[in-house]
């Protein structure tokens, strides 16, 4: 898919077990204050420390070379598509059918747990039995979430599949234009907020990419004001 079609397509839009501590999440001590750059709404970031707030707490992210930014997320393309991302939202309605998805959109309550199990519940699409993790003091559930091999997105709503609305979208605001894609989800309760962070791929790539993502994707970590 071209980076045009993807660039709209952003713009529209189990048990538990374990306990897994996520690598960098932890907050800045008090006394060492964020000297990292605002996250741009868009373009090309050099390679470094990006703070991005908006959220119910502030957070860093850290990215290598090649790397750009959508406001509510970063990715890495090559020349002619987009290839691995990670990016964050406030999920407050889930979709009972990702593929058929208009008018199935229904609220959940704001806790980590549902959102998991209406992720699960989903149909058209295929999720992992969640894991407890912990994003520095927050404790969450992670998950991996696809699209069912058997679907064509070209019989889905406007040829897209739906994961949730963010909060404030009139409509699906997190959706995927290609059956490929597929993310890690985790999702916390971030100061009475439910926040989501995922780290996926629009289509498969290299497994050093993977691991490039994977890196970012860890690197976030929230800080104090």
């Known amino acids: 898919m071209s980076r045009l079609a993807l660039a709209a397509a952003l713009l529209a839009a189990g048990g538990v077990v374990g306990c897994t501590a996520v690598q960098g999440s932890a907050g800045a001590p008090p006394d060492e204050p964020s000297e990292a750059i605002p996250l741009p709404s868009s373009g090309e970031l050099e390679p470094g420390t990006y703070l991005v707030t908006g959220y119910a707490v502030p957070f860093e992210i850290t990215v290598p070379d090649g790397w750009e930014s959508f406001g509510w997320g970063v990715l890495k393309a090559n020349a002619e598509e987009w290839e691995v991302f990670v990016n964050f ?27 998991a199990a209406a992720m699960a519940a989903q149909t058209s ?62 999702i916390i309760d971030l100061e009475g907020q439910l926040t989501m962070f995922a780290v996926g791929e629009f289509q498969p790539v290299d497994p050093s990419l993977t691991d490039e993502a994977q890196a970012v994707f860890d690197s976030i970590t929230f800080v104090s004001d």
Request: charged share 30%; proline share 4%; aromatic share 8%.
């Open 89 to 115: 939202l406030e999920p407050d309605r889930v979709a009972t059918d990702g593929c058929a998805w208009r008018g199935t959109l229904v609220e959940i309550e704001p806790t980590p747990e549902a959102y």
């Open 125 to 186: 699409t295929e999720t992992t039995s969640p894991v407890e993790i912990t994003m520095g003091e927050y404790v969450g559930l992670e998950f991996q979430y696809s699209v069912e091999e058997d679907v064509d997105i070209t019989e889905c709503t406007v040829d897209h599949i739906c994961l949730f609305a963010n909060v404030g979208d009139s409509d699906c605001g997190r959706v995927y234009s290609e059956v490929t894609e597929q993310e890690t989800e985790r």
